[in-house]
Every structure is written in structure tokens, then in C-alpha cells.
């Protein structure tokens, strides 16, 4: 399916002044780099960061850029790779719905290692991170869910394309070279949902940084591609969907609207398709005082679309416990801290009561609730039986999102990391890149 616009609104895009960014953008920014760099830190330990550090330390090459967990730096493109694996390895980053993936993952890793390599300002950095996710918002809007329903991973398709806008902004490629990176990067754009629930989703986001970094670096030394490989004939949009949404996704195109303002951070450690669940829960659990020994059954209803995304009925490792309704509403009930990724082990698969408890929960799809809502009934025997309903889509109060956010930042990665990435993302005007970068170096 051809979409001639979304190139040229791509260009659009990464064109765009920086005065002309609005505040209130800017502001969702701050807290998406603040809690990017938290999640990226407290993921550096995972298994998947581990292997993949390892191979770009063993790589080696320039030393450019630095890695999450790792006192000597890398080549830009290696930096992307292991840091935006890392910040994805705890499935705890930020979600666009409209997009269907996850945005900072994608495009921070490839905006502080370029910035980085190139000694750019940290400002540089921030205004990549909101143009580069608001290209992969449209991308991913042009996709729809029919291309995620299909198996594709869309913070890695459509964050491939953010990713390189977000590289060529910080380069500063003329527009004839960023067409030549981004219609380049459409033949490396990939990711699979079938990688879910294992250290392939995570491996996902680095490759959608990695490649943004390469695209943009090849064409800023004259590598020419084709005239259009996102939209045109055969190009990556014809590829891979049906129907393109191109009159949807860029209806009120930016400046005058940044969908990034819609962006949603995560306040619990797993799928964010489980979120509004879980808060349903929390509110029935808050005003009813429920006893999980109690409850005769649990009726949940979604959308359809994450039937297939976070509906492992029995989850064996704590990987799977992040994508079950199920487990998660034993864990909600029983007042375990879904919060906290250290619950998310494997031991939490085997313990008797929350496993005793996941035949009692029933997930039904209902194409009239919206991706961001839930709707639960809770059946307790003779007693009457309790709703609760939720909707992701009403945004938190500024404060209130940006207490629960230091909140989480402290319970990963400790109070006194907290406090000195927020100090950081609080004076990023006045620091480089490079200084930035060092809150991802081991030993910071």
C-alpha cells in the first residue's frame, strides 16, 4: 500500500526549529529522558544487557560512545545497540498507544551516542529525542494495528525511522541526506512479536537504535538510496501493511501538535497492556478491601488486540509472568507489588497460591473498550459482585506523574542515583552530551 506523504512529512519533521517546539512538549521529554536513564541503569544487569555489552566491548573500534555498564566507550552505532537493549530489558519504558510501541527506547539510545560522538550539547539530545519519537509515532500510525496484529514489533519497524531521525538530527544532515537515511533504514526495519516474552524483545529496541545510527551515518558519507523506500513502490510501508492510515497519521502534523505529549510512562513492571487491569484492581481492592481466598472469579475485559499480546495463561519464568492477566491480577489481589520488577522472578511462577489462583481469571476481548482501558468484575461467592473500570488515557496531574516517577526511579536503581539523574535532566541546557552520557558508564 503506497503512501507518498510520509517521507516528505518525515523530512518535515526532523526540519523542524527548536523554537518552535512547545513547552508542554518539552516538559513530557524531560520525564521520558529522566526515566529512560533510570530504566536503562537498572537494566544493565539483565542477562540480554549482559550479552550484548559483551559483544560490542569485544568488537571494539572507535571509542566513541559510552555503554550502560561499561568504563570504556564504543563506536555510536555499538552504543545504540547495547543501550537500547538494556533499557528495554525490564519491559519498563514509556508506551505510545497511538504509535503501538515504545518510543525513548529506540530513539535515546541513537541521540546520546551520536550526540556523544560528535560532542554535541545534552539540549541536542532532548530535541532529538522529540523529533525522532515524533517520527515514529506517524510511522507507526501509518502502519496501524493491523501491522502489530500481523506480528510486527512496532517500537523496532516504526522506532527504526525515529531512530534515524533522531541520528540525522544530531549529525545535522541536509534534507537530500536524511531522505537517503531514512529510505536506507526501510531495508533494515524489523522486529517480531514473536520474540516476546524473551531477551529478543528487548534486542528489538537496540536493533531499531542501531540501525537508525547506521542509516544516518552512511548517508551523511554520501551513500545513496532509493528516491522513496518508506512509501513508495516496494518500499517498506507497501511491504509490510494492507491499508496505509496516512490521512490519519498526519491530520495535525507537528509543531502545532506533538502526539508525544501523549506518550505514557509506566508505573508497573510489565506489558503495559496489563496497566489499566491493574489499576482497575487497585481501585476495587482500595474501596472493597478484597480477600483473595475470597474471590470466586475474576472477568476481564480488553481490547482484542492484547489477546495475543499479554495473555500467557500459566507463565513459567518471571520474563512471562510480565505478559499475563492472569498472574497479575494474583499478584494485584494478594497485594504483591507489581511496581517492583524484583518480584517478576521465576520463583513468583511457583508460588503455590498465586499459581492456585490463575484458573480463577478469565480475559475476554470487547471491541468497545479502547487500547488503554479495562473493565473488571470481580464474583465473590454469596457477596454482591465488584466493577471497576480504568482508562490509561486520562492523563495524571503533572506533579502526581512526576512523584510516582522519582518514586520508580528510586525503587530501581536507589535514592542517590535518583536524585543525580534527576539533578542532571534538570540542568541538561547547561551540560554536553558526554556529561550526560557518563550516568550510564559503570561506576557512575
Same mark, same amino acid.
Given at each position: 500500500?503506497?503512501?507518498?506523504?510520509?517521507? =516528505?512529512?518525515?523530512?518535515?519533521?526532523?526540519?523542524?526549529?527548536?523554537?518552535?517546539?512547545?513547552?508542554?512538549?518539552?516538559?513530557?521529554?524531560?520525564?521520558?529522558?529522566? %526515566?529512560?536513564?533510570?530504566?536503562?541503569?537498572?537494566?544493565?544487569?539483565?542477562?540480554?544487557?549482559?550479552?550484548?555489552?559483551?559483544?560490542?566491548?569485544?568488537?571494539?573500534?572507535?571509542?566513541?560512545?559510552?555503554?550502560?555498564?561499561? =568504563?570504556?566507550?564504543?563506536?555510536?552505532?555499538?552504543?545504540?545497540?547495547?543501550?537500547?537493549?538494556?533499557?528495554?530489558?525490564? %519491559?519498563?519504558?514509556? $508506551?505510545?498507544?497511538?504509535?503501538?510501541?515504545?518510543?525513548?527506547?529506540?530513539?535515546?539510545?541513537?541521540?546520546?551516542?551520536?550526540?556523544?560522538?560528535? %560532542?554535541?550539547?545534552?539540549?541536542?539530545?532532548?530535541?532529538?529525542?522529540?523529533?525522532?519519537?515524533?517520527?515514529?509515532?506517524?510511522?507507526?500510525?501509518?502502519?496501524?494495528?493491523?501491522?502489530?496484529?500481523?506480528?510486527?514489533?512496532?517500537?523496532? $519497524?516504526?522506532?527504526?525511522?525515529?531512530?534515524?531521525?533522531?541520528?540525522?538530527?544530531?549529525?545535522?544532515?541536509?534534507?537530500?541526506?536524511?531522505? =537517503?537515511?531514512?529510505?536506507?533504514?526501510?531495508?533494515?526495519?524489523?522486529?517480531?512479536?514473536?520474540?516476546?516474552?524473551?531477551?529478543?524483545?528487548?534486542?528489538?529496541?537496540?536493533?531499531?537504535?542501531? =540501525?537508525?545510527?547506521?542509516?544516518?551515518?552512511?548517508?551523511?558519507?554520501?551513500?545513496?538510496?532509493?528516491?522513496?523506500?518508506?512509501?513508495?513502490?516496494?518500499?517498506?510501508? %507497501?511491504?509490510?501493511?494492507?491499508?496505509?492510515?496516512?490521512?490519519?497519521?498526519?491530520?495535525?502534523?507537528?509543531?502545532?501538535?506533538?502526539?508525544?505529549?501523549?506518550?505514557?510512562?509506566?508505573?508497573?513492571?510489565?506489558?503495559?497492556?496489563?496497566?489499566?487491569?491493574?489499576?482497575?484492581?487497585?481501585?476495587?481492592?482500595?474501596?472493597?478491601?478484597?480477600?483473595?481466598?475470597?474471590?470466586?472469579?475474576?472477568?476481564?475485559?480488553?481490547?482484542?488486540?492484547?489477546?495475543?499480546?499479554?495473555?500467557?495463561?500459566?507463565?513459567?519464568?518471571?520474563?512471562?509472568?510480565?505478559?499475563?492477566?492472569?498472574?497479575? $491480577?494474583?499478584?494485584?489481589?494478594?497485594?504483591?507489588?507489581?511496581?517492583?520488577?524484583?518480584?517478576?522472578?521465576?520463583?513468583?511462577?511457583?508460588?503455590?497460591?498465586?499459581?492456585?489462583?490463575?484458573?480463577?481469571?478469565?480475559?475476554?476481548?470487547?471491541?468497545?473498550?479502547?487500547?488503554?482501558?479495562?473493565?473488571?468484575?470481580?464474583?465473590?461467592?454469596?457477596?454482591?459482585?465488584?466493577?471497576?473500570?480504568?482508562?490509561?488515557?486520562?492523563?495524571?496531574?503533572?506533579?502526581?506523574?512526576?512523584?510516582?516517577?522519582?518514586?520508580?526511579?528510586?525503587?530501581?536503581?536507589?535514592?542517590?542515583?535518583?536524585?543525580?539523574?534527576?539533578?542532571?535532566?534538570?540542568?541538561?541546557?547547561?551540560?554536553?552530551?558526554?556529561?550526560?552520557?557518563?550516568?550510564?558508564?559503570?561506576? $557512575?
Amino acid at each position: 500500500m503506497l503512501a507518498p506523504r510520509t517521507l =516528505n512529512g518525515l523530512l518535515d519533521i526532523a526540519a523542524i526549529p527548536s523554537e518552535a517546539i512547545p513547552v508542554s512538549a518539552r516538559a513530557i521529554a524531560h520525564l521520558s529522558l529522566y %526515566d529512560w536513564l533510570a530504566v536503562t541503569r537498572a537494566g544493565e544487569d539483565e542477562p540480554v544487557a549482559r550479552i550484548v555489552r559483551d559483544l560490542v566491548a569485544d568488537e571494539g573500534g572507535r571509542e566513541a560512545a559510552s555503554v550502560v555498564g561499561l =568504563n570504556k566507550k564504543v563506536p555510536a552505532r555499538a552504543a545504540a545497540l547495547a543501550n537500547g537493549t538494556a533499557s528495554h530489558a525490564l %519491559d519498563y519504558d514509556d $508506551t505510545h498507544f497511538a504509535h503501538v510501541g515504545h518510543p525513548s527506547v529506540a530513539i535515546l539510545p541513537a541521540a546520546l551516542a551520536v550526540a556523544e560522538a560528535l %560532542d554535541a550539547p545534552a539540549a541536542a539530545v532532548l530535541d532529538a529525542l522529540l523529533i525522532g519519537a515524533e517520527a515514529s509515532i506517524r510511522v507507526g500510525m501509518v502502519l496501524g494495528r493491523p501491522h502489530y496484529d500481523r506480528g510486527f514489533h512496532q517500537t523496532a $519497524t516504526a522506532g527504526a525511522f525515529g531512530a534515524t531521525v533522531a541520528a540525522a538530527r544530531v549529525i545535522g544532515l541536509t534534507r537530500d541526506e536524511a531522505r =537517503n537515511a531514512l529510505s536506507l533504514v526501510a531495508t533494515r526495519a524489523s522486529g517480531l512479536k514473536s520474540q516476546f516474552g524473551s531477551m529478543g524483545k528487548p534486542f528489538n529496541a537496540g536493533i531499531a537504535a542501531s =540501525n537508525g545510527v547506521e542509516a544516518a551515518e552512511l548517508a551523511k558519507r554520501a551513500f545513496i538510496s532509493c528516491d522513496d523506500g518508506v512509501g513508495g513502490p516496494q518500499g517498506f510501508i %507497501d511491504a509490510h501493511v494492507d491499508v496505509a492510515f496516512e490521512d490519519a497519521a498526519w491530520a495535525s502534523p507537528p509543531p502545532a501538535t506533538f502526539l508525544f505529549e501523549d506518550v505514557k510512562h509506566k508505573l508497573h513492571a510489565c506489558c503495559h497492556g496489563l496497566h489499566a487491569t491493574i489499576e482497575a484492581l487497585r481501585q476495587a481492592q482500595r474501596t472493597h478491601g478484597l480477600d483473595p481466598a475470597a474471590v470466586a472469579a475474576v472477568d476481564i475485559r480488553v481490547n482484542p488486540r492484547w489477546l495475543k499480546v499479554c495473555d500467557i495463561k500459566q507463565p513459567r519464568t518471571g520474563l512471562e509472568a510480565k505478559f499475563s492477566y492472569a498472574m497479575v $491480577t494474583a499478584m494485584t489481589l494478594s497485594e504483591v507489588d507489581t511496581a517492583s520488577d524484583a518480584v517478576y522472578a521465576d520463583e513468583l511462577c511457583r508460588d503455590a497460591a498465586l499459581v492456585a489462583f490463575l484458573p480463577k481469571v478469565a480475559v475476554t476481548g470487547d471491541e468497545a473498550i479502547g487500547d488503554t482501558g479495562a473493565v473488571v468484575r470481580i464474583e465473590r461467592g454469596d457477596a454482591p459482585a465488584v466493577m471497576a473500570r480504568f482508562d490509561l488515557a486520562e492523563r495524571l496531574p503533572a506533579d502526581v506523574l512526576q512523584r510516582r516517577l522519582r518514586d520508580k526511579a528510586t525503587a530501581l536503581v536507589g535514592r542517590e542515583a535518583a536524585e543525580a539523574l534527576w539533578r542532571d535532566v534538570a540542568e541538561l541546557e547547561s551540560m554536553s552530551a558526554s556529561r550526560l552520557a557518563r550516568n550510564l558508564r559503570a561506576g $557512575t
